[in-house]
């Protein structure tokens, strides 16, 4: 699913790629080079931006919900490609289509090397996360170099053949999309975020049971976080007539309000 993943997204950039030296003006002899010097600085410049705010802002949130934001820089890179190819239909809007299409990508950047990371790390069961990662870029490279023999095949085939390229865009995006969930999905990752947290103990609730990892991560939700807000207090004493004085209903009702009614149902 990975070799897929990556070889149906790395045609889609040459495709991308492709049609923003078209709106460039490569071939052209009336284009200037300034201007395209100009436009490649600016938006390499609101890339560099956009990676310093988007790991300020959810840098935190990278390791807990890697699931979702590795699928989420999936879609920004599928997004961005877009962004891409219909730059030709817009010349005249060149210089903020491409800062927008490089600001996804430089959050792809973030997202996608963090969660590679926290997974690279998961994986190194043995201890081994140097072996791992080697491996896995290995195989990353491999797949990029087959697919790069297939863009120049393609591309001289298809030359500006825009119901074709659109065509080819709509079938790997799909295909790129499909193998990176089911890529997500076959993680069984062993410790607690948010999500999982909220799964376990909902089916605790409702059967009395602890569920297995492979339950758990089959069912955790990808595309969003659950809202749960909880209280904590941290450093509290709590001798045995506080503990004895403890309304278990009313604390679970306070902290884990989400899971309330499931809990009634039980008792």
Not at 166 to 185: E, K, M, P, S
Request: hydrophobic share 45%.
């Amino acid at each position: 699913r990975d070799t897929i993943e990556a070889f149906a997204s790395s045609i889609t950039n040459a495709l991308a790629f492709s049609a923003i030296l078209e709106v460039m003006g490569v071939g052209d002899e009336k284009a200037s080079v300034l201007s395209a010097t100009f436009v490649w600085l600016i938006k390499d410049g609101v890339g560099m931006l956009g990676r310093i705010l988007f790991a300020w802002f959810n840098g935190t949130g990278l390791d807990s919900n890697l699931k979702m934001w590795r699928f989420y820089a999936d879609i920004l890179n599928d997004l961005a490609t877009s962004i891409d190819l219909i730059a030709p239909f817009f010349k005249h809007l060149l210089l903020p289509i491409t800062c927008l299409s490089n600001l996804s990508r430089s959050i792809v950047g973030v997202a996608g090397g963090s969660t590679r990371a926290a997974l690279t790390q998961h994986q190194a069961i043995a201890h081994n996360m140097g072996d791992v990662s080697a491996k896995d870029g290995s195989q990353e490279t491999l797949v990029n170099l087959l697919a790069l023999l297939v863009n120049i095949f393609l591309l001289h085939t298809i030359k500006r053949d825009r119901l074709l390229v659109w065509f080819l865009y709509f079938v790997l995006t799909t295909l790129h999309l499909y193998a990176n969930y089911r890529a997500i999905r076959t993680l069984q990752l062993r410790t607690f975020n948010w999500n999982r947290f909220v799964l376990l103990c909902q089916y605790y609730f409702q059967h009395g049971e602890i569920q297995t990892i492979k339950y758990i991560n089959r069912h955790e939700p990808i595309l969003k976080e659950v809202q749960q807000s909880i209280r904590s207090y941290v450093g509290i004493q709590l001798n045995e007539n506080h503990v004895q004085s403890i309304d278990i209903n009313q604390f679970i009702k306070n902290h884990f309000s989400i899971l309330y009614n499931q809990y009634l149902k039980c008792f």
